[in-house]
């Protein structure tokens, strides 16, 4: 029976190197770490043996989590990332009845609001000009929403501001849009992308796995759905983010065969620009209040999946993302030790965490965001939606040569 380790030994793993702890890994798990370190790619790796490192306990939780550095160190350099951008949620009437979500309204409620395009470019207007090169823009699905719905969203940003990078639209709201307009879906998809669409946002996964999916939303788009829709997209040019959410009713085979689904599509579309593991917060859920949910991530679990994640997706998606809305300060630093590279956008705006009981805040500036990466020892830079470009936020004279040519060649 392996020992559990302690949130303490947990908060203290940073400070672990790879000789201090590899001989108390059990044999399976270490040969799986040292494959993956040696060849920096994952392919190789059975699902049995993914299934085990998804298990990890004790000291060979401990051990994933330094490999996870490593592997982190190695493929992705010592540069943290972030995105200035918006969120701009433009609606909460939603037809669909989530029971993770607690963000959606009905729409006789008292607190419903709907966005009119004018206010929807204003707010992208506002963001330019305070320096975001992105908004991500979602909403819940309302009933008879005009046909061309989230074209013209789409035209009225780039309208009032043609350079914006416009990062939109769930695979959820792009099977209500094909079912709207009755286009199909790489017709609608390429419409969409002529008329500014950047990128998509690879959410609306939650778990890949219909049993689950029924437990969280019976009225949500299917597995086989979601994967049309980001391959198609794929196809059409439009690159897109993956996601995963988990601490509620899914187990950790469930992580390593999405990670592995997520590869697979990777290896055939090269279409994904980063992976997001999503905490589920629990306090203000449908979810949690019947009973159907545990109560969000330990931090064994917030650790572990962005650990797996690293590890299960190298040689495949290089960039992991921490979701600072969903952690606390300390957490999101912590798992940025764990494998991560990238600490998401600013936001600006958060309402979807923030209204299921999230308390990290709706906004971290990018002068936050550097003081966060300069406190653990890496190096902050600001990039583009699709990692093309990045602005190392160091004056040069901070930086030693060693430091300088790491960033570099990242």
């Known amino acids: ?237 439009i690159r897109t983010t993956s996601t995963l959410m988990y601490g509620h009713a899914e187990t950790p085979a469930h992580w390593v065969r999405q990670m592995r689904l997520l590869r697979e599509i990777q290896s055939e579309t090269g279409g994904f620009t980063e992976f997001v593991p999503l905490g589920f917060v629990h306090q203000n859920t449908i979810l949690f209040h019947q009973g159907l949910s545990r109560t969000g991530p330990s931090l064994a679990e917030h650790l572990k999946v962005h650990a797996l994640a690293r590890v299960l997706l190298a040689g495949s998606i290089h960039n992991i993302q921490v979701s600072w809305v969903k952690l606390n300060r300390q957490l999101s630093q912590l798992c940025l030790h764990a494998g991560a590279n990238d600490y998401g956008g600013t936001l600006m705006e958060e309402n979807i965490s923030r209204e299921a009981g999230a308390t990290a805040g709706q906004y971290t500036s990018p002068e936050d965001f550097q003081s966060l990466i300069l406190e653990i020892g890496r190096i902050p830079a600001e990039r583009n939606t699709v990692y093309s470009k990045i602005n190392i936020k160091l004056p040069l004279e901070d930086l030693i040569a060693e430091q300088a040519l790491e960033a570099e060649f990242a």
């Open 1 to 237: 029976m392996l020992r559990e380790v302690t949130d303490s030994e947990l908060q203290a793993f940073p400070a672990l190197e790879w000789s201090d702890i590899f001989s108390r890994i059990t044999p399976g798990i270490r040969l799986s770490l040292e494959r993956v370190l040696g060849t920096q790619d994952a392919a190789s790796l059975s699902l049995e043996e993914s299934y085990g490192l998804a298990n990890a306990a004790g000291e060979d939780l401990l051990g994933l989590l330094v490999a996870a550095n490593m592997l982190r160190a190695e493929l992705a350099g010592n540069i943290v990332t972030y995105v200035v951008n918006r969120n701009i949620n433009f609606t909460n009437i939603c037809f669909v009845g989530c029971k993770f979500c607690a963000f959606s309204r009905g729409p006789r409620e008292a607190d419903t609001y709907f966005l009119t395009f004018d206010e929807v470019a204003r707010k992208a207007l506002e963001a330019w000009e305070l320096g975001a090169t992105e908004v991500c823009i979602q909403g819940g699905l309302p009933r008879n929403l005009p046909k061309f719905y989230y074209r013209d969203i789409l035209r009225a940003v780039k309208n009032a501001v043609p350079r914006m990078h416009i990062h939109a639209f769930s695979p959820m709201e792009i099977v209500y849009g094909v079912e709207l307009t009755g286009m199909p879906l790489a017709d609608y998809l390429s419409m969409l992308r002529d008329n500014g669409l950047g990128t998509l946002p690879g959410t609306a996964a939650e778990i890949l796995d219909d049993e689950i999916r029924q437990i969280l939303s019976a009225n949500k788009l299917s597995t086989a759905q979601w994967i049309e829709v980001i391959r198609t997209a794929h196809r059409c040019g």
